[in-house]
């Protein structure tokens, strides 16, 4: 029988499938980032699908953001709103940006556990890919988003300041605080079944919670001045005008968002961790 | 020797599932649970816990075949899914050298609105392959799958059979060190299982394991060189697939029967003026079997006694696979036109050689007395296996459709 030598002698040490007990830890980092590759594959095909199915195709991610500008700018206009003297077209449309890449980054995230269970109980990958590739799927939107961004400053002669070479570090900081969140409440939906009906509501919440369609300078109040920096997205928002148009100062509400974003995103690994563990069995 | 290293070793596994009221899982609302907290955990809903598996130890060599049998609830998948690390062992561990592939599902990730093409390359990646893995045995992939003509065409529009020959080719080309297979075997035309179960063979003769979980006796016996009995959560036996076989047939398929025989203890199974004794399958020497050669006669004997009377009294034996099927029934006069004398007698039955096919059959009997008045109640008894060889085709592994295959006659003429 056996004539052949085996073409696959197993010599690396073996991994161990074991309970870890009951302790808080990290998930395999070094593992999911073996697996990146799978990432794209499932943000690749979330978007294929989706521009397959819709009708007006890559429009779709700049829909969103231009009806709120336009509802914001015609509200503004009525209501001589101050948009830092800006266009409110600009202001508006430049907000809404980091915002979107945010809110559809946790709300995609969180339905990704669920919607993959096929998946999570036939085959063995790295969970946190799932969430991981709703937001990789929500940065393809923001780029196209961004292209046209570029378009309207351009058509209102707005020339971006200097810090415009900061803006990755800025938005890398949204795709962190996105991550955490996401993480977070991907694992909750699977755990607290009724979660998924709070979270648009959540989000709906947290947009007047953040300085989208207002300027965080036109908070002057000591309270809310200070939920609004308790609040990461505040100095993504912030941080990202900034870049782009040159108005605010960021700097304090930057420092704050990296600080609480660091603490999410640890927090939200820890959680994971915990509930990818009997994921397969609760779904 | 690299061949003395198991690439899979279990030991002590156990894996414990929690029912909450009547939900699997530990999903819960989150206003169940805020509500417990405020009310000190006063409400808390009741858990129901049982162990799906328990002390399941075993492992798998290179080069080795090895076949899972149970019935639903043996904990065979939950088994599966802890090797291939779907879900954690509450106790014990898994050691694994090298790549495990699991292929617990067919089209596992396919998505309809994708072509075929592009489910390929998605399958591939989360079945664990590199792009470039899968580039390099597209084509080898598209042959074995025979779905060339419609590559650029959404899956949606495949017939069943088509999604899942795609679907098995793509983790039919995996490179693993281990693969792990449950029931896939199931679906599909014969000549794709016949396919499927080769493809199995090379993995083996490779130096790779499989590891198998299947109903299908035939299947198991044709590709196993070893299997692992499951019943409720733990390892009934592990050894030779046809001791495996026998094993599963008589201790572990129906309650009470052993090795092809059911005996009841003095007085027997009485059902008024009459008692049932023995039930037995036996080969021609007179020997009790629960597994037979395809060509071999198989006799069901009966041991009754009657207090006498029952004038006109005859057996019916039904013969029916364990899905329920029933393969033949057959009546036999007893006592055809005179009472019984009392006392004890024996009834035989023989099924030919050469009629039944390569699976097991369950014997069910009921004893009658004309204008269908059944003295003892159509039941189960005993149960045996037909090995799948004998014959022409009889070298295929896996089984015949139909629940009989008899041998008939052919004629080849000219006019």
């Avoid at chain 1, 755990?191 to 919440?205: A, E, G, I, K, S």
């Avoid at chain 2, 495990?100 to 399958?123: A, P």
């Avoid at chain 2, 050469?354 to 009921?366: F, K, M, P, Q, T």
């Amino acid at each position: 029988m056996s004539t052949a030598p085996p073409s696959h002698a197993p010599t690396a040490s073996p991994l161990l499938i074991a309970r870890e007990g009951h302790v808080w830890r990290l998930p395999d980092l070094r593992e999911a980032w073996r697996y990146r590759e799978l990432l794209w594959v499932f943000a690749a095909r979330d978007i294929r699908v989706r521009y397959k199915q819709a009708v007006i195709g890559v429009a779709w991610a700049v829909v969103q953001p231009l009806f709120t500008m336009v509802a914001f700018t015609i509200v503004a206009r009525i209501g001589s709103l101050s948009t830092d003297g800006l266009p409110p077209e600009v202001f508006y449309f430049c907000g809404m940006l980091p915002w979107l890449l945010f809110s559809s980054s946790v709300s995609s995230a969180a339905d990704s556990l669920v919607a993959n269970q096929d998946l999570i109980t036939k085959v063995y990958f790295p969970r946190l890919i799932l969430p991981a590739a709703a937001i990789a799927t929500a940065l393809v939107d923001f780029a196209v988003s961004f292209v046209f961004l570029l378009g309207l400053m351009a058509a209102y002669r707005v020339v971006p300041p200097v810090q415009l070479l900061l803006l990755p570090l800025v938005a890398g900081l949204g795709v962190l605080t996105a991550l955490g969140f996401g993480f977070w409440w991907s694992a909750l939906t699977v755990r607290f079944r009724d979660v998924r009906h709070v979270t648009p509501f959540l989000l709906q919440l947290w947009l007047f919670g953040t300085p989208v369609l207002y300027s965080a300078a036109a908070v002057h109040h000591a309270w809310p001045r200070a939920l609004l920096e308790l609040n990461p997205m505040t100095g993504v928002v912030e941080g990202f005008r900034w870049c782009m148009l040159g108005r605010g100062s960021p700097c304090r509400a930057l420092a704050a968002s990296a600080v609480t974003t660091i603490g999410v995103l640890a927090s939200s690994l820890f959680y994971f961790r915990r509930v990818e563990r009997t994921l397969a069995d609760d779904l | 020797m690299s061949a003395e290293l198991a690439l899979v070793r279990a030991s002590g596994v156990g894996k414990l599932f929690r029912l909450h009221g009547d939900v699997a899982g530990a999903r819960t609302t989150l206003r169940e649970t805020l509500a417990s907290w405020m009310g000190g955990g006063k409400r808390r809903p009741k858990t129901l816990a049982y162990w799906a598996l328990r002390d399941v130890s075993f492992e798998v060599r290179p080069g080795e075949v090895v076949g899972i049998v149970g019935h639903n609830g043996a904990g065979k998948s939950t088994l599966l899914r802890i090797v291939s690390r779907i879900t954690e062992p509450t106790e014990g561990r898994v050691e694994v050298r090298g790549r495990v592939g699991s292929l617990l599902d067919v089209g596992t990730g396919f998505h309809l609105e994708l072509t075929g093409r592009e489910n390929i390359f998605l399958n591939g990646a989360i079945l664990g392959m590199k792009r470039a893995e899968v580039a390099r045995k597209f084509d080898e992939i598209v042959a074995f799958a025979g779905t060339e003509a419609f590559l650029d065409m959404p899956v949606k529009h495949y017939s069943t059979g088509m999604y899942m020959r795609l679907g098995f080719a793509v983790a039919a080309h995996l490179e693993t060190d281990a693969l792990l297979v449950d029931e896939v075997l199931a679906v599909g035309d014969a000549a794709f299982q016949k396919k499927c179960i080769g493809k199995m063979g090379e993995v083996a003769r490779d130096g790779r394991a499989v590891l198998f979980v299947s109903h299908n006796l035939g299947a198991v016996r044709a590709l196993c060189s070893r299997a692992l009995v499951l019943a409720q959560g733990s390892v009934h036996f592990d050894g030779a697939t046809d001791a495996a076989i026998s094993h599963y047939l008589t201790h572990v398929a129906p309650s009470g029967e052993k090795d092809g025989e059911i005996l009841f203890p003095p007085p027997g199974l009485t059902f008024g003026p009459l008692a049932i004794h023995a039930v037995r399958c036996l080969d021609d020497a007179g020997v009790v079997r629960a597994l037979f050669d395809a060509s071999e006669r198989v006799r069901v004997g009966l041991d009754v006694e009657t207090a006498g009377g029952l004038r006109g009294l005859h057996a019916v034996l039904r013969v029916s696979t364990h899905d329920g099927e029933t393969a033949f029934q057959s009546a036999g006069a007893i006592a055809p036109d005179a009472d019984l004398p009392p006392g004890r007698f024996h009834v035989s039955c023989a099924i030919p050689g050469g009629l039944l096919n390569g699976r097991a059959y369950v014997v069910e009997i009921s004893l009658e007395t004309p204008g269908s008045h059944e003295v003892a109640p159509r039941r189960p008894y005993v149960s045996f296996a037909i090995s799948g060889a004998g014959g022409l085709g009889a070298d295929t592994p896996e089984a015949w459709p139909g629940v009989v295959r008899p041998r008939l006659d052919w004629t080849v003429g000219r006019p």
